[in-house]
């Protein structure tokens, strides 16, 4: 069994319109985080989680918004979608950020 | 501009042959780490280095972090078809929360 799956796998969604996709762990891990990845820039970090409530803005956060209300799930939410947020998108858990991470199979959304 | 620069973004080689591909910055890093992605699916850590000069093996693998841990090389050794993949190097800056990632190598070991 994956320790990590993300939800859905791809999603197209309109200019304008809110989407929030889904982050789920079995690992109990304190640290959760939501990457994207765009060609010629490898993976940026949007914002992560250092425990239930507690969270903090990564280097593209601008646009995005995240929840973490137990352990186990971590949302991220695109407040009102635009083109340039047509991405993959990968969540990733860590019991410690400088021991690794293990990353979900990611969300592929593209906003038309 | 990334932070980590890859290089070469693209290699191309025979099975057998041997390659080193290089992950460089100007900046410190308390720790970095390797990953191997395949299509589809989302980046597999292969190992993290923490102490400047240290060299770990994986099977043919070999990995090396820089004295100044600053830079990182990744050498493989009689290359394989399975080895094929996108090649990531991430650094952790003071908060090991904030990990930087570099835009990869892409891989691909002709049979």
């Known amino acids: 069994d994956a320790g990590i799956t993300q939800s859905p796998r791809h999603k197209v969604t309109e200019t304008g319109t809110p989407v929030t996709l889904r982050c789920h762990q079995t690992?109990?891990?304190?640290?959760m985080y939501w990457y994207r990845q765009d060609p010629g820039h490898g993976l940026r970090l949007i914002h992560y989680?250092?425990?239930?409530?507690?969270?903090d803005k990564g280097e593209v956060s601008d646009g995005y918004s995240v929840s973490r209300s137990k352990t186990e799930d971590f949302l991220l939410t695109l407040e009102s979608a635009t083109s340039s947020q047509t991405s993959v998108y990968f969540c990733?858990?860590?019991?410690?950020?400088?021991?690794?991470?293990?990353f979900g199979s990611g969300t592929r959304l593209t906003v038309v | 501009t990334q932070l980590l620069e890859q290089s070469p973004q693209f290699l191309s080689i025979q099975e057998g042959e041997n390659l080193t591909v290089y992950c460089n910055s100007s900046s410190v890093f308390s720790s970095l780490q390797w990953y191997r992605q395949e299509p589809g699916e989302g980046p597999v850590l292969l190992v993290t280095?923490?102490?400047?000069?240290e060299v770990k093996k994986l099977k043919r693998l070999t990995f090396q972090f820089g004295d100044a841990r600053k830079d990182s090389s990744l050498h493989i050794t009689a290359a394989q078809p399975g080895d094929t993949g996108l090649y990531l190097c991430?650094?952790?800056?003071?908060?090991?929360?904030?990990?930087?990632f570099g835009a990869g190598t892409r891989l691909t070991v002709k049979p």
């Open positions: 990733a858990i860590s019991v410690a950020g400088n021991y690794g991470y293990t």
């Open positions: 991430a650094g952790a800056l003071t908060n090991n929360n904030d990990m930087r």
């Open positions: 690992e109990n891990h304190r640290y």
């Open positions: 989680s250092y425990g239930v409530k507690d969270t």
């Open positions: 280095v923490v102490t400047g000069g």
